[in-house]
């Protein structure tokens, strides 16, 4: 797997060249990579454990999605039982016909189990089994649910905020928005509110899918009209939405309204506006959202400073980042993979990357494990520094722990080894890319050719010997 036509790998028959495995090195690893990765490394492929017995699995009682049928197996179940007139038995048995039947077939289905055994008595939840189905059905339209809403209602069970929250999560699902609004405001009409927690399940959905004028009309409506109020969740996710499309002036505003509601920005929403910020490569204003944070009395977070020195290092600033560092540390808080991976990258995008291997091993030293992204920071910073040994070094360490390589990571080690007229070491890579899954046979070889082209033209030209 992974392997190019001959056609194509005429070069690594040259004697000239180096020994593809010479990529590894043989003498002992330097002083700050590890000799292997960990046995609890994310990505290296552990022991197989004992297989362990598998559960039987569950039997079917309907065969078809025949109502007779149904019936019938109803029928035949209920004489050779003694739970007939347990409610869990007969919500267990309907459950089990409507994964297969129509919701015109479960009711009547439904109605059968009511009429044979008179002292059946349905509750909420044989009806939540019924409407679960009835939002999954192939019908464009809210029928098969008021049909069951209908049937509900006329049996005396009146629907609760439990029915609107399995309604709403249902259509969700469905990517049903338009019908789960539609939906929402009718229950809430005629029978009761939602609660909070189904309320800003069908904000975030609405974020994901709809205008954000949309999902403010839809928040003034449930206000005005139901008395459904925004608590901090909801402003929670209004401000993580404005904030990942970048509009940062919207998210402020949205902390005066919190502020302007009573409810006091946590440490999420700091944060959240902070990561925007950052992803903007505006510090600056990261480190002001910090300081009105600490001001307000609300007490940084690991994620907090991550954030921020992932901003800092992004933005060049990675003394500041560096200062971070020890505070967080003297606030209690230890740094971790993301932390040292954020600053690794900052001093490699400085060119400082020796200073990020020191920094390599002192992670190391502290008991802070690697991952992946880590590695490939460091090999993507020490192909841009020109210390391709290093690089090949680390890579070797990469390989033997079974970790995959990013994208930007192997273009890079794939063109810095051409560029030094390793020619078979780029082959090598390139192999392990594509049985290592890093990338896509295509992706790999796209790389690797347009490399390879680029090194030709280089040549021709004189800028490459």
Known sequence: MGKIPPS????ISNPNLINPSSILPSSSKPHYFPKKIPSHFPGKSRKPQQEQPQPPKSITLFKSPSLQDAKTVFNSIIKSSNASNDLRFHNSLLQSYVAISTTNDSIAFLRHMMKTHPSFSPDRSTYHILLSQSCKSPDS??????????MMVADGVSPDKATTDIVVRALCSAGRLDHAVELI????LKHCSPDTYTFNFLVKHLCKC?????VYNFIDDMRSNFGVKPDLVTYTILIDNVCNTKNLREALRLVSVLHEEGFKPDCFVYNTIMKGYCMLSRGSEAIEVYNKMKEE????????????IFGLSKA??????KKLLRVMTEKGHFPDEVTYTSLMNGMCRKGETLTALALFKEMEVKGCTPNSCTYNTLLHGLCKSRLLDKAIELYGVMKSGGLKLETASYATFVRALCRDGRI?????????????KSLTDVAAYTTLESTLKWLRKAKEQGHAT
């Open 8 to 11: 194509f790998r005429s070069a």
């Open 141 to 150: 339209t809210l029928s098969p649910i008021h049909q069951t809403l209908n």
């Open 185 to 188: 405001k009718e229950l809430s």
């Open 210 to 214: 709809r205008a954000l004028s949309s």
């Open 297 to 308: 009395g609300v007490e940084p977070d690991l994620v907090t400073y991550n954030t921020l």
């Open 316 to 321: 060049g600033r990675v003394t500041e980042a």
């Open 424 to 436: 078979a070491e780029a082959y090598e890579v390139f192999d392990y890319a594509i049985e290592s």
